[in-house]
């Protein structure tokens, strides 16, 4: 380089190197103390760097608590910041840093969905430096948000090639491998994440592990400021995506043993934590991990999901709030998503569970009322309009019930095909019954644990 | 600066534009559609570059690998798949080619495609001969003859006469090459392959030169005048290609490099930091993207002749320039 392009463009050379991770399906939950310290840091901070990073990443925190609106907030003012950077380091005549602001400022438009602009962003910031692998990383990464997984494949093959550090080029190869994993070449993308974690775990990468364990340094990030935390983020991240490939293709043990190496780093990380569930031997074994996941992250869409389908014994209120719904008790499910949502009022994903919870117009049920009828009145029960509930307090319906208790003439509760009900109080009948039997009655209300509150009007022993 | 900051912030531009001139008339591609000359047909959702040759208009979109072939005269489109990321396309003898820079392929449409090397970044052509320059693997390639090495990393690849030019940013110099005479098409690789090196091979020019277009210049008598925009600087600056030996020797001297910004002193030629540069005759036109503002120069002055145009939406005419405002195409004439 000559010395006028060396005094041009130097400074931003050695300004700290962003590295953009992509970002895993689920992360564990940042506190909205984690948040209120992220947004102290960032008011303290002045550099664009350190400005932009953490926009950025608490653009990501939002998004991981499914809060799109608060995400698209912290992408906007990522994207303010580094457009003025372009127009403060192009005024400044440096060259390398208004390519670099260009970069991020084509990463914020496309995490904001905006793909031509981000793509016209993206050309421009490589015709200044096509040399530069962090350049190529973030047009990888941008791409991929956008759904683009070629042309993310070929800038990560770019970054791959003009890599010169052993970090970089680790960096580099696990950008390409979450590309090509995107375009479905699961193949070349394992044998790449072989070489990355292996690299990462080999003695070549022991000063930058002691640094890490001396600043307990463990916060996983999606853009990495610094070789230490870029290194505990690159190795969390390529992990869990062997983990994740091993997995599809059924070898259950090496994902395993991938796994393991995460939680080895940090013990909260939901999607190592939900991959061992998926994979434990044994269902007490899969309840205790997915307690541990619904700890670290109660709202992340894709451990809800993954739940959802293998809903085992529950240990949170989120997993029970899950049982509930799915078990069609709306009105349980609701009680607890309310509670949930008066501690994170903006979540999405509660407000989405919150909505599915909701039952349709209430309907009376028929005088001898099927389960269906008669959950579906304990779930919109509220919603009852005043005729229905004067309709309601005549009509009687009669139903075969199981009481709870031995046979006798003295019952208090039971079920009614699986639906609680109560008596307001133990009522005696004349007669000696069996636990099950057919009882007419009218429906009072909703009593305590979502149980129909009947008053009794004769008993009947079945033949 | 809170000005400038605003504008930067507030005007903003909508990219998906692209603008060129033919005999038809200025051809403009924008919100799916291509117009010209009051007809109009179903283009790109996002146009990404447009050339043309007498009678057609090509439109890429290199976001959906898409392209369409307007036919000027019959007011027909016709629309391609392409390969991945259709980033430049060319004209050559009447044949289209379409450089997929992602795909690393350049597709002759209606013909054979050529596999190419690592980041095609730039395609020219000469008298017919399509060249490509491949950006991260420093390659320089004829299609149907055959390859050199060049220094990668080039933000610029142009052709003139049997000279091609390569620009870098970084190291702030225009490599200068030599395509070899037309008509070699063929020719064995070896020592005389077509496509060699000439020397001197460098210029310093600039801090940081990022665009170049030729100002002149050319003859049997004279050097080509090449003006190469350097934002760094805030200045377009004119130097002479270097000449072989043989040229200089028949021209009776060896001309330096003149590498003086057009205006002298020490007075930015632009207020901003342009990093475009295209001429036609004698009508040259800047370009700044980070300001999305057009300019036209001359030796003595340069003005502004718009804000917010996006990259890629103007062009040289045959008198002047145009470009899009957003709503339609403004034209000035400058000749």
């Not at chain 1, 992220?38 to 303290?44: N, P, V």
């Not at chain 1, 209120?317 to 994170?344: C, T």
């Not at chain 1, 139903?399 to 639906?419: C, H, M």
Request: net charge neutral; glycine share 6%.
């Amino acid at each position: 380089m000559s010395s006028r392009a060396s005094s041009t463009l130097c400074s931003a050379l050695c300004a700290l190197i962003l590295l953009v991770l992509p970002l895993t399906a689920q992360q564990r939950l940042a506190s909205d103390f984690e948040i209120a310290q992220m947004e102290k840091q960032l008011a303290g901070s002045r550099d664009f760097q350190a400005q932009l990073s953490g926009r950025l990443n608490l653009g990501d925190v939002r998004a991981a608590r499914n809060e799109p609106s608060l995400a698209r907030a912290e992408y906007a003012k990522a994207l303010e910041l580094a457009e003025r950077e372009r127009v403060d380091a192009r005024r400044a005549s440096s060259l390398t840093r208004y390519a670099n602001a260009t970069s991020y400022a084509a990463l914020a438009q496309a995490k904001l969905g905006r793909d031509a602009a981000a793509f016209a962003l993206l050309e421009e910031a490589a015709r200044y430096v096509s040399d530069d692998a962090e350049t190529w990383n973030l047009y990888a990464s941008a791409m991929r948000l956008l759904g683009h997984p070629r042309k993310a494949v070929s800038a990560a093959r770019n970054a791959v090639a003009v890599a010169k550090k052993p970090l970089d080029l680790a960096v580099q190869q696990h950008a390409l491998a979450t590309a090509l994993v995107d375009a479905g070449d699961d193949r070349e993308a394992e044998r790449l994440l072989v070489t990355v974690t292996e690299a990462l775990r080999s003695p070549a990468f022991a000063e930058l592990r002691e640094e890490a364990a001396e600043r307990e340094a463990f916060e996983v990030y999606t853009t990495a400021r610094g070789d230490v935390a870029a290194y505990v983020s690159l190795l969390n991240r390529a992990q869990l995506r062997l983990a994740a490939l091993y997995e599809k293709r059924g070898a259950a043990a090496e994902a395993r043993v991938q796994y393991t190496r995460v939680l080895e780093g940090r013990t909260d990380d939901v999607t190592a934590l939900a991959g061992l569930a998926r994979l434990a031997p044994n269902e007490a074994e899969a309840a205790r991990l997915y307690r541990d996941a619904f700890q670290a992250n109660p709202f992340s869409p894709a451990l809800i999901r993954e739940y959802r389908k293998n809903p085992v014994a529950p240990a949170t209120d989120m997993q029970r709030a899950l049982v509930h719904l799915e078990r069609g008790e709306l009105r349980a499910a609701r009680a607890i998503f309310d509670a949930l949502l008066a501690k994170f009022p903006a979540n999405e994903t509660l407000l989405s569970l919150r909505r599915e919870s909701e039952s349709g117009n209430a309907a009376l049920p028929s005088p001898t009322p099927s389960a269906n009828e008669l959950r579906a009145l304990v779930n919109a029960f509220e919603r009852l309009t005043p005729e229905q509930r004067t309709a309601l307090d005549r009509a009687t319906f009669a139903s075969v019930v199981t009481f709870d208790g031995e046979p006798g003439n003295t019952f208090a509760s039971g079920t009614i095909d699986g639906v609680a009900f109560r008596f307001s109080e133990p009522t005696i009948f004349n007669g000696t019954f069996a636990t099950t039997a057919r009882l007419t009655y009218r429906i009072l209300g909703i009593g305590e644990g979502d149980a129909l509150l009947l008053e009794p009007l004769g008993l009947e022993a079945l033949p | 600066m809170k000005r400038v900051f605003l504008m930067a912030l507030f005007a903003l531009p909508s990219f998906a534009q692209v603008l060129t001139d033919t005999p038809h008339g200025v051809v403009v591609a924008h919100d799916a559609r291509i117009e010209w000359a009051g007809r109009s047909v179903p283009g790109v959702e996002h146009a990404t570059f447009i050339t043309a040759d007498a009678d057609r208009a090509v439109v890429l979109d290199a976001l959906n690998n898409e392209a369409v072939i307007a036919d000027l005269a019959r007011g027909t489109a016709q629309r391609l798949r392409t390969a991945e990321t259709p980033i430049a396309a060319i004209f050559a003898n009447r044949e289209l080619y379409i450089l997929a820079r992602d795909a690393r392929v350049l597709q002759h449409v209606g013909g054979e495609d050529t596999p190419l090397d690592a980041d095609p970044s730039h395609l020219a052509q000469a008298g017919g001969r399509v060249f490509v320059y491949s950006r991260t693997a420093g390659v320089l390639r004829e299609i149907g003859g055959e390859k050199v090495e060049v220094p990668p990393f080039a933000s610029d690849f142009e052709i003139a006469g049997e000279q091609f030019f390569l620009t870098y940013p970084r190291e702030g110099k225009v490599v200068i090459g030599r395509i070899g005479p037309i008509g070699q098409i063929g020719r064995p690789i070896g020592p005389m392959s077509p496509i060699r090196p000439i020397r001197p091979t460098t210029l310093n020019i600039g801090s940081v030169p990022t665009d170049l277009a030729f100002a002149g210049g050319g003859t049997a008598l004279t050097a080509r005048i090449l003006a190469v925009a350097d934002p760094s600087a805030k200045r377009v600056w004119l130097a002479e290609s270097t000449q072989s030996t043989t040229e200089a020797v028949a021209r009776g001297f060896l001309r330096g490099l003149l590498g003086l910004g057009l205006f002298g002193g020490r007075a930015s030629q632009f207020p901003t930091g342009v990093d475009r540069v295209e001429t036609r005759g004698k009508v040259w036109i800047a370009y700044d993207s980070s300001t999305r503002t057009l300019y036209h120069f001359t030796r003595k002055q340069s003005t502004v002749l718009a804000r917010g145009v996006a990259p890629g939406a103007f062009a040289l005419t045959e008198d002047g320039v145009a470009w899009w405002d957003g709503t339609s195409v403004a034209q000035k004439r400058l000749r």
